[in-house]
T-cell receptor
Framework: GAVVSQHPSWVICKSGTSVKIECRSLDFQATTMFWYRQFPKQSLMLMATSNEGSKATYEQGVEKDKFLINHASLTLSTLTVTSAHPEDSSFYIC???????????FGPGTRLLVL | AQKITQTQPGMFVQEKEAVTLDCTYDTSDPSYGLFWYKQPSSGEMIFLIYQGSYDQQNATEGRYSLNFQKARKSANLVISASQLGDSAMYFCAMREFNTGNQFYFGTGTSLTVIP
């Protein structure tokens, strides 16, 4: 149990386009979902925390208008990178948590390349 | 101050030997959880082991054990009988149950198992 899917796994897009990444908890309801960004050989950088039905909480330095997060249900959260630029190229990982005193379960990640 | 510190950027271990990956943490919250994750080259984050701050015994999961020293604020991961498939990045993380919702990650340790 506790499987999280993420789609797409790879995306290549032109500069200026928007990209939507979906994160789904397949067999459990997630009270909280997290979105991370990871640069090569670095740790995960938390971008935002989202709870179902409420606005996402963004970390300092993360532009909320650039990275739109929608947590429509207890099993689905989406991250939209609006007007993507080459500097947005990165590995984006989502995770979902069932309860506070439990691990987060990670999706497989999405590699975004903006040309 | 860093919430999670991993001081070993890279480690090598001979196959079948045991290895300890260091992790120290900083918190004033009496209720917290400590987690270890493995990230192979594929990028997926894999949950390994969890230790709660009130747990009396060190956590164990198969070949993984957590050497929890509360007074020293350390939560080292011990991998016994290393296998070639253990070569990966390892991240230590903490969640403070009273203070917030997010997970704090260390910078990671790259483990290479030598045949």
């Amino acid at each position: 149990g506790a499987v999280v899917s993420q789609h797409p796994s790879w995306v290549i897009c032109k500069s200026g386009t928007s990209v939507k990444i979906e994160c789904r908890s397949l067999d459990f309801q997630a009270t909280t979902m997290f979105w991370y960004r990871q640069f090569p050989k670095q740790s995960l950088m938390l971008m935002a925390t989202s709870n179902e039905g409420s606005k996402a909480t963004y970390e300092q330095g993360v532009e909320k208008d650039k990275f739109l997060i929608n947590h429509a249900s207890l099993t689905l959260s989406t991250l939209t990178v609006t007007s993507a630029h080459p500097e947005d190229s990165s590995f984006y990982i989502c995770s979902a948590s069932r309860s506070l005193q439990e691990t987060q379960y990670f999706g497989p990640g999405t590699r975004l390349l903006v040309l | 101050a860093q919430k999670i510190t991993q001081t070993q950027p890279g480690m090598f271990v001979q196959e079948k030997e045991a290895v300890t990956l260091d992790c120290t943490y900083d918190t004033s919250d009496p209720s917290y959880g400590l987690f270890w994750y493995k990230q192979p080259s594929s990028g997926e984050m894999i949950f390994l082991i969890y230790q709660g701050s009130y747990d009396q015994q060190n956590a164990t999961e198969g070949r993984y054990s957590l050497n929890f020293q509360k007074a020293r604020k350390s939560a080292n991961l011990v991998i016994s009988a290393s296998q070639l498939g253990d070569s990966a990045m390892y991240f230590c993380a903490m969640r403070e149950f009273n203070t917030g919702n997010q997970f704090y990650f260390g910078t990671g340790t790259s483990l290479t198992v030598i045949p």
